[in-house]
Protein backbone atom coordinates (compact mmCIF):
# COMPACT_ATOMS: atom_id res chain seq x y z
CA UNK A 1 0.00 0.00 0.00
CA UNK A 2 1.44 3.50 -1.16
CA UNK A 3 1.87 5.99 2.01
CA UNK A 4 -0.54 8.85 0.83
CA UNK A 5 0.66 11.41 2.56
CA UNK A 6 4.03 10.76 0.72
CA UNK A 7 2.96 11.14 -2.84
CA UNK A 8 1.09 14.03 -1.48
CA UNK A 9 4.35 15.46 -0.41
CA UNK A 10 6.33 14.85 -3.83
CA UNK A 11 3.41 16.30 -5.78
CA UNK A 12 3.52 19.36 -3.59
CA UNK A 13 7.08 19.16 -4.93
CA UNK A 14 6.92 18.52 -8.30
CA UNK A 15 4.16 21.36 -8.33
CA UNK A 16 6.61 23.88 -7.11
CA UNK A 17 9.01 22.91 -8.72
CA UNK A 18 7.30 23.29 -11.88
CA UNK A 19 6.28 26.35 -10.75
CA UNK A 20 2.80 26.39 -10.43
CA UNK A 21 0.25 26.86 -7.78
CA UNK A 22 -2.58 24.87 -7.13
CA UNK A 23 -4.81 26.79 -9.02
CA UNK A 24 -3.47 26.65 -11.80
CA UNK A 25 -2.70 22.79 -12.21
CA UNK A 26 -6.58 22.62 -10.78
CA UNK A 27 -7.55 24.23 -14.23
CA UNK A 28 -5.08 22.27 -16.35
CA UNK A 29 -6.15 18.93 -14.56
CA UNK A 30 -9.78 19.92 -14.36
CA UNK A 31 -10.30 19.79 -10.95
CA UNK A 32 -11.41 22.22 -7.88
CA UNK A 33 -8.45 24.01 -6.23
CA UNK A 34 -9.49 22.24 -3.04
CA UNK A 35 -8.91 18.55 -4.67
CA UNK A 36 -5.36 19.76 -5.09
CA UNK A 37 -4.54 21.17 -1.72
CA UNK A 38 -6.94 17.74 -0.40
CA UNK A 39 -4.54 15.13 -2.56
CA UNK A 40 -0.83 17.61 -1.52
CA UNK A 41 -2.03 16.86 2.21
CA UNK A 42 -2.44 13.15 1.15
CA UNK A 43 -6.24 13.56 2.74
CA UNK A 44 -7.53 12.15 -0.81
CA UNK A 45 -6.22 8.96 -2.42
CA UNK A 46 -5.26 9.98 -6.44
CA UNK A 47 -5.81 7.05 -8.94
CA UNK A 48 -3.06 5.69 -11.08
CA UNK A 49 -4.06 7.60 -13.84
CA UNK A 50 -4.35 10.60 -12.14
CA UNK A 51 -0.56 10.28 -11.11
CA UNK A 52 0.39 9.73 -14.48
CA UNK A 53 -1.57 13.27 -16.00
CA UNK A 54 0.32 14.98 -12.71
CA UNK A 55 3.92 13.24 -13.56
CA UNK A 56 3.47 14.47 -17.41
CA UNK A 57 2.37 18.11 -16.28
CA UNK A 58 5.02 18.18 -14.07
CA UNK A 59 8.06 16.55 -15.98
CA UNK A 60 8.54 13.77 -13.38
CA UNK A 61 9.20 10.34 -13.10
CA UNK A 62 5.88 8.28 -12.06
CA UNK A 63 7.89 5.92 -10.00
CA UNK A 64 8.91 9.35 -8.40
CA UNK A 65 5.99 10.30 -7.55
CA UNK A 66 4.93 6.76 -6.48
CA UNK A 67 7.43 5.57 -4.64
CA UNK A 68 10.33 8.41 -4.50
CA UNK A 69 12.50 5.81 -6.68
CA UNK A 70 15.11 8.32 -8.53
CA UNK A 71 14.48 7.68 -12.83
CA UNK A 72 18.23 9.40 -13.55
CA UNK A 73 17.10 10.62 -16.94
CA UNK A 74 13.58 11.79 -16.48
CA UNK A 75 15.60 13.71 -13.56
CA UNK A 76 17.55 15.26 -15.49
CA UNK A 77 15.34 16.49 -17.92
CA UNK A 78 13.19 18.07 -14.95
CA UNK A 79 15.67 19.68 -13.76
CA UNK A 80 16.83 20.86 -17.29
CA UNK A 81 13.89 22.15 -17.95
CA UNK A 82 13.37 23.76 -14.79
CA UNK A 83 16.42 25.92 -15.49
CA UNK A 84 15.47 26.73 -18.73
CA UNK A 85 12.22 28.12 -17.36
CA UNK A 86 13.75 30.09 -14.82
CA UNK A 87 16.56 31.27 -17.60
CA UNK A 88 13.85 32.35 -19.72
CA UNK A 89 12.82 35.04 -17.59
CA UNK A 90 16.07 36.67 -17.11
CA UNK A 91 16.50 39.83 -18.93
CA UNK A 92 18.92 39.76 -21.00
CA UNK A 93 22.06 41.43 -19.65
CA UNK A 94 21.51 39.36 -16.24
CA UNK A 95 21.60 36.29 -18.79
CA UNK A 96 24.63 37.34 -20.24
CA UNK A 97 26.60 37.99 -16.88
CA UNK A 98 25.28 34.50 -16.50
CA UNK A 99 26.54 32.56 -19.05
CA UNK A 100 29.52 34.69 -18.39
CA UNK A 101 30.17 32.88 -14.65
CA UNK A 102 28.79 29.15 -16.43
CA UNK A 103 31.92 29.80 -18.53
CA UNK A 104 34.36 30.89 -16.10
CA UNK A 105 33.10 27.92 -13.39
CA UNK A 106 33.31 25.42 -16.22
CA UNK A 107 36.82 26.98 -17.47
CA UNK A 108 38.39 26.48 -13.57
CA UNK A 109 36.73 23.13 -13.23
CA UNK A 110 38.27 22.24 -16.50
CA UNK A 111 41.94 23.10 -14.83
Known sequence: MRDQASIGKRLKEARKQAGLTQGQIAKIMSMHRPTISEIEAGRRKVSGEEVSSFADEYGVA?????????????????????????LSKLKDEDFDKLMKLLRTIRHGAQE
Open 62 to 86: TSWLLEGAADSIRDVDSKIFLAARE
